[in-house]
């Protein structure tokens, strides 16, 4: 089984398959994975830290399937930190199908045991949860920028700027972040004041806008037999009951590519040229967590 144990944090992790290639393309074992998330740690825990986390797994590489995990699995540790959240529709203060028990990664071992369970992906509301369990306000709103062919990241920086200057106009600051698949993610800082449905429809609303003014490169309607060469901003993540991959997580893609926090001097080049920009690979990322801090802080 190539099974270790390894000391994190004062935890004792059973750590297996280190050899296991997770990524084909490039060879890439589940112990680089493993040591990427552990050097990574420092600037995305602060992203995940109180969020409910929903796992990708791939528990026999990105070229086999996949699943969707909420719900802690079986065998958790007794020291991971979970919080117990109704569904819609749930009967709150109890313990049924409609409440999930989501772990919440506020540690490096917490991460590094989910990792080893081959969750690839880490994906997060908007919204926060208190040491007791209570769902907050959400305090940021998301906007993922879906580039249907042809368009792509080039014209994906084009609109993250015309995104930009709406938000800005509301008084909220924005960063971008490449998705690590094909477009980018902005993100708004929020005071707290509205509720998801509040920041969803803020959200719908600069997308519409958006796609009025600019209907030849922009659209806000989901159905994607409409998206082609356009890009779709996609309003409906910041729902209560949707997710966004985290800043700093690997995706499941062919490459171990990375949702990467970037400059808006980088987003304003990608405008210009198509091909000052492109999807960042966990190596590059490192490199540039290294140069440059955290981006998203």
């Known amino acids: 089984m190539n099974d270790v144990h390894v000391e994190v944090e004062g935890r004792t992790l059973k750590i297996s398959n280190l050899q296991k290639v997770l990524y084909p393309r490039t060879g890439t074992t589940k112990g680089e994975v493993l040591n990427y998330y552990a050097q990574v740690s420092g600037v995305l825990l602060p992203h995940v830290r109180d969020r409910c986390v929903t796992r990708i797994r791939w528990p026999h590489g990105v070229a086999d399937k996949s699943f969707f995990e909420k719900n802690i699995p079986a065998g958790t540790p007794g020291w991971v930190r979970t919080a117990e959240v109704p569904t819609t529709g749930s009967r709150a203060g109890t313990n049924t199908s409609d409440t999930l028990v989501f772990p919440i990664v506020d540690d490096l071992a917490t991460l590094t ?44 920086c084009q609109v993250a700027l015309m995104v930009r200057e709406k938000l800005d ?119 540039r967590v290294a140069d440059l801090g955290d981006l998203f802080s």
Request: glycine share 8%; with cysteine.
């Open 169 to 287: 106009e509301r008084g909220l600051e924005v960063r971008p972040v490449t998705s690590g698949s094909k477009g980018l993610h902005l993100y708004a800082t929020m005071p707290g004041k509205l509720d998801s449905d509040g920041t969803t429809a803020l959200a719908k609303e600069v997308a519409e806008e958006l796609q009025g003014e600019h209907a030849q490169l922009v659209t806000a309607t989901m159905t994607k037999a409409r998206r082609g060469g356009k890009v779709f901003l996609d309003w409906s993540q910041n729902a209560g009951s949707k997710t966004t991959v985290s800043p700093y997580s690997l995706r499941g893609r062919e490459t171990p590519t990375v949702a990467t926090p970037l400059t808006w001097s980088e987003v304003e080049a990608g405008a210009e040229d198509p091909l000052a920009l492109e999807q960042f690979r966990f190596e590059e990322v490192l490199e």
């Open 113 to 156: 045991w989910l990792v080893n369970l081959a969750a690839l992906e880490l994906h997060v509301h908007q919204w926060t949860v208190t040491r007791a369990g209570k769902v907050r306000k959400p305090n940021r709103l998301v906007v993922d920028l879906d580039p249907g062919e042809p368009a792509g990241l080039h014209e994906c």
